[in-house]
């Protein structure tokens, strides 16, 4: 019932937004934005939620809380922005998205491996105000963003209406499907058409579906696809986040991740699957605790069940024997 709920309130949310930014002002749409952020800070619910997930975390003081709610509501603002940029004004989002994005130098090891024709996978987590992130990213490295289905035709459209906005191409595989027409394969098949490939694997799985790393002292399963098609396509694996630069926002490159390319036999090859996993996982924990307001997930429901203990998701982490020891039992797949 209160699923049924939630999803209802998300779908009206998600009908607003779709409605109303079009007829919204630049200012406009950032007024509406900042209210949404202060409003979202009052609901008791999701504040108790992101204040006692960062302190799970050992990130968090009320400025952190509070700077967090400000940069959700960018983040608002950046889905509005893209609303309301969409069809014709897709150059009015990316004159935007320079003005409030800027770029670090580090961007540069992905221009040049992408320049060398081969395929290039960019993981990171979500960042608030990812959508205008994309924008300015996709300016100078045209990106491929793979879409995750939603279950509701709204939901999905907006999505869309997002990401064409934004300039980006996208994959977005019918519910179900499998081989090369599902997920990992179309996204193979962009690496070998040597796109720049970005993917968030920053979504807690259940034990039996993912793969154990090493995060903020415990053991938690990622999803394993970003790793099986980098060690499947040789693509070299880099790592986005970003950090607050004044009023802009900076995105930052680390990488290419290193591991041995192409291991032989089945305990080899899911060793790598978590190596590429743990180095976005290593890097993960540095940016939550560099800059934890930037981060969009604090009040996730599957977060905060990994964060309130749930063993279905993390497990107290006894170092690097304890993901070692249930890395025979994960899928990586």
């Known amino acids: 019932m209160l699923r049924a709920l939630r999803h209802a309130a998300l779908a009206r949310v998600t009908d607003f937004a779709v409605s109303l930014a079009p007829r919204l002002s630049e200012q406009g749409a950032d007024r509406v934005a900042r209210v949404g952020g202060r409003l979202a800070r009052h609901l008791p619910v999701v504040a108790t939620n992101v204040a006692q997930n960062m302190r799970a975390a050992s990130v968090y003081s009320h400025q952190v809380w509070r700077e967090y709610f ?3 509501g960018h983040h608002f603002g950046g889905a509005l922005q893209a609303l309301r940029c969409g069809g014709d004004h897709h150059a009015e989002l990316v004159t935007l998205a320079h003005q409030r994005i800027e770029l670090d130098d580090s961007i540069d090891a992905v221009r040049r491996a992408a320049g060398a024709g081969r395929g290039v996978i960019i993981v990171g987590p979500h960042i608030n105000n990812y959508l205008l992130n994309l924008a300015r990213l996709n300016a100078e490295i045209p990106l491929t963003v793979y ?40 996204m193979a098949a962009a690496l070998h058409a040597g796109q720049v490939l970005f993917i968030t694997p920053d979504l807690p799985q259940k034990e039996a579906d993912g793969v154990p790393v090493r995060l903020f002292n415990r053991t938690v399963f990622l999803p394993g696809g970003a790793g099986l098609l980098a ?4 693509a070299e694996m880099f790592m986005l986040t970003a950090q607050p630069a004044g009023t802009r926002q900076r995105l930052i490159v680390d990488g290419p991740a290193a591991v041995e390319p192409a291991p032989r036999g089945k305990i080899a090859r899911q060793r790598a699957v978590q190596e590429y996993l743990q180095f976005f996982a290593t890097r993960f ?10 981060w969009y997930l604090w009040g996730d429901k599957r977060w905060t069940r990994l964060w309130h203990g749930d063993t279905r998701y993390a497990r107290p982490d006894n170092g690097a024997q304890r993901a070692d020891a249930l890395l025979s039992a994960a899928r990586v797949s």
Not at 161 to 175: D, L, M, T
Not at 231 to 234: A, K, M, Y
Not at 285 to 294: G, V, W, Y
Request: proline share 7%.
């Open 285 to 294: 924990e540095e940016f939550l605790r560099r800059s934890p307001a930037l």
């Open 147 to 186: 879409l995750r289905h939603a279950r509701d035709p709204r939901r999905l459209r907006a999505k869309q209406r997002w990401y064409a906005a934004s300039g980006v191409q996208w994959i977005a595989e019918p519910a179900g499907a499998s081989g090369p027409l599902g997920r990992l394969g179309r």
């Open 70 to 72: 400000t940069q959700l």
């Open 231 to 234: 060690l499947r396509s040789g």
